[in-house]
């Protein structure tokens, strides 16, 4: 359910000191606004996650003078404690860090790499075919984990220099070590992982009792983990990427049958790339460049938008819902022929990007008619996989902003924790195409620059994204969700911009997605009968489905920080100060 929390916020009308150090107009505009549900308000600075006690950590930090990035360093490694079916150490994500001070903004590429004995054809059958049980479900489909050296390295650059990376990790070593209660999210999760988690008895012996997951109310203590833990608190990176814990995790793969050695773990290297920007009806992003295609095809599909009035529209309506549809099947059909790895092929971003571009697919737009996806296999089912991917955003009194998603990939990843070490790794490898045209877990396609290669980062959907009005820090977005990453996080930002919804009715709004491949239009419930079938007139092949995706975004307005925590999933908190 949304959480509403409310921490500090009347103090905050209290003092009347607002974010920025400027006055906070009282009472905030939000609580005048007719809505079914308001945002989180704080006027100092806000964290917004999938895990209550992941949110309390990071605002603690905020509290004690640490800024944006002190905080999302802390949020990261305790998310990997609280949220263990998607929090990680054994995967990896990327960071987009907004720095007040100096106006600039960097997106941190944590992905995991694919080891260095890779080859292209590693998850095809001796008759060619794509082998999902090597990609998904062996050690093969591990990448080399990408979180440890990511956080550091955010925290190294753009740290506030308060707080060292012992300090931030000490909240985790505390709640791995005392446990936290099997609750909420994690009481949810849990059994459905039972099924690929009871293979590894590593696993067992900290998320089950007597085979079945352990029950609600019990305690989830994760000693091993603790350990690690402190290993990365004495010794940085080293203690995870060197050592013991290195030596375990390429065990524990190898013995699964993969092919991660000792060097590719100490060569890790987390990297800083230029953001993709863009802009939209007057407001500029800053999202996650390749090798996520979140970013390229967020700003695209919000360029081809652009010539429609989809406030004219409205929200939800059947006109509204075809147009973004049909904005997103381009996108999607791009993904699958342009994208990959940049630092070995070459992704044509600036293009992708180009308003002119947007004009030539948006012409092709038909407002009466769903354009019909070329060479569909026909019945190709939805993708289903539960991907386990999870986003947090974070502002602090400067102005300086984070946002952040990360993943093992599935729920629990490869759902194999290295023995010892109680680390759960990520089978992240599965987003490589293992051949042109397959299809990965989520349905979606690839080509040849999506390829396994030694050493190159697996194509992503991730999506953190930050929105600026004026120069100013405007939005702080993103989530899980695999294929419906990009469709999810654009539609939050349509609902905030074109639709003028507060930021809690904007994320907790049900969302559509189409991904060109398969040729549907899935729709959450909560969209009306009458406005499916309207689709259905125009063409779009409509399938209700699941909820997805857990946007846990800021936004500022009005001096005052919004926070919404996506209602989705149990245990999501936005918390301010
Ligand atoms: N593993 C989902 C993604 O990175 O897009």
């Known amino acids: 359910?949304?959480?509403?929390?409310?921490?500090?916020?009347?103090?905050?009308?209290?003092?009347?000191?607002?974010?920025?150090?400027?006055?906070?107009?009282?009472?905030?505009?939000?609580?005048?606004?007719?809505?079914?549900?308001?945002?989180?308000?704080?006027?100092?600075?806000?964290?917004?996650?999938?895990?209550?006690?992941?949110?309390?950590?990071?605002?603690?930090?905020?509290?004690?003078?640490?800024?944006?990035?002190?905080?999302?360093?802390?949020?990261?490694?305790?998310?990997?404690?609280?949220?263990?079916?998607?929090?990680?150490?054994?995967?990896?994500?990327?960071?987009?860090?907004?720095?007040?001070?100096?106006?600039?903004?960097?997106?941190?590429?944590?992905?995991?790499?694919?080891?260095?004995?890779?080859?292209?054809?590693?998850?095809?059958?001796?008759?060619?075919?794509?082998?999902?049980?090597?990609?998904?479900?062996?050690?093969?489909?591990?990448?080399?984990?990408?979180?440890?050296?990511?956080?550091?390295?955010?925290?190294?650059?753009?740290?506030?220099?308060?707080?060292?990376?012992?300090?931030?990790i000490e909240p985790s070593v505390r709640l791995a070590r005392e446990g936290i209660a099997v609750e909420e999210d994690l009481a949810d999760s849990l059994p459905q992982a039972m099924g690929r988690m009871s293979r590894y008895p590593s696993s067992m012996a900290i998320f089950a009792r007597d085979g079945k997951a352990l029950p609600r109310g019990s305690m989830l203590v994760q000693a091993d983990l603790a350990n690690t833990l402190e290993a990365i608190r004495q010794q940085g990176p080293d203690g995870f990427y060197k050592g013991r814990v290195a030596e375990a995790i390429v065990s524990a793969t190898r013995e699964a049958g993969g092919i991660m050695t000792l060097d590719d773990m100490s060569n890790y290297k987390a990297l800083i790339r230029q953001p993709v920007t863009g802009s939209y009806r007057g407001y500029t992003l800053a999202s996650m460049p390749p090798p996520s295609s979140g970013g390229v095809h967020l700003a695209q599909i919000l360029n081809i938008l652009e010539g429609f009035d989809l406030k004219a529209m409205g929200a939800g309506s059947a006109a509204s819902l075809h147009v973004l549809a049909e904005a997103m099947k381009p996108a999607y059909a791009d993904r699958a022929t342009f994208l990959g790895d940049p630092d070995r092929v070459k992704v044509p971003v600036k293009g992708l990007t180009s308003k002119a571009y947007a004009a030539k697919q948006r012409a092709k737009i038909d407002l009466a008619k769903a354009t019909k996806a070329d060479d569909i296999k026909s019945g190709d089912p939805l993708p289903h996989e539960s991907d386990q991917t999870t986003h947090f955003s974070v502002v602090d009194s400067e102005g300086n902003a984070v946002s952040n998603t990360y993943t093992l990939n599935f729920s629990y990843g490869l759902a194999l924790v290295a023995n010892g070490t109680g680390v759960l790794l990520n089978n992240e490898m599965d987003d490589f195409s293992a051949k042109p045209g397959a299809q990965n877990a989520f349905g979606l396609v690839g080509s040849e620059a999506n390829s396994v290669h030694p050493g190159a980062r697996p194509l992503s959907s991730m999506t953190p994204t930050i929105l600026f009005k004026d120069g100013k820090l405007f939005m702080v977005t993103g989530s899980p969700g695999g294929s419906r990453i990009i469709s999810t996080v654009l539609q939050v930002i349509v609902n905030v911009i074109d639709f003028e919804m507060n930021l809690a009715e904007a994320v907790a709004a049900p969302r559509i997605h189409h991904q060109w491949k398969p040729d549907a239009l899935a729709v959450e419930p909560g969209i009306s009968p009458d406005t499916l079938k309207l689709l259905a007139d125009r063409g779009q092949n409509v399938r209700p489905g699941a909820a997805s995706g857990s946007a846990n975004s800021i936004l500022l307005q009005g001096g005052w920080l919004q926070g919404a925590a996506d209602p989705r999933q149990r245990g999501t908190a936005a918390i301010g100060y």
């Open 1 to 168: 359910m949304m959480k509403s929390v409310w921490i500090g916020a009347f103090g905050a009308f209290l003092v009347g000191s607002s974010a920025f150090g400027q006055q906070a107009p009282s009472p905030p505009p939000i609580l005048t606004q007719a809505a079914r549900l308001l945002p989180v308000l704080a006027s100092k600075g806000m964290v917004s996650s999938q895990e209550r006690q992941a949110s309390a950590v990071g605002v603690d930090i905020l509290k004690r003078g640490g800024n944006a990035v002190d905080a999302a360093v802390a949020v990261g490694f305790a998310l990997a404690v609280t949220l263990p079916r998607a929090g990680n150490l054994g995967g990896g994500g990327f960071m987009m860090v907004h720095l007040a001070k100096t106006g600039e903004t960097v997106a941190i590429d944590y992905r995991e790499i694919a080891p260095a004995a890779s080859v292209p054809t590693m998850f095809l059958t001796a008759s060619g075919e794509p082998d999902p049980k090597l990609s998904r479900d062996s050690g093969l489909s591990v990448g080399v984990p990408g979180t440890v050296r990511g956080l550091a390295l955010a925290l190294e650059k753009y740290g506030s220099g308060k707080f060292t990376l012992a300090q931030l």
